[in-house]
């Protein structure tokens, strides 16, 4: 089994473990025809306009 001769120092250890603490959250906007909150850069879910224009169809349920 591979086995580290030296050890890590902290600084080398913490630089690895850097990435650990990122936390990823959506990007999210309100939707300027409905002010619903949305993704960016995605058809608002609640209306279905994306940019301006009407993309899909949305079921009033």
Avoid: F, N, W
């Amino acid at each position: 089994m591979a086995v580290p001769k030296k050890r890590l120092s902290r600084s080398r250890r913490d630089m690895r473990r850097a990435h650990d603490h990122i936390i990823l959250t959506a990007a999210v906007e309100t939707c300027p025809a409905c002010m619903a909150l949305k993704q960016r850069h995605h058809v608002c879910p609640s209306c279905g306009d994306y940019r301006g224009t009407k993309v899909i169809q949305v079921d009033a349920s």
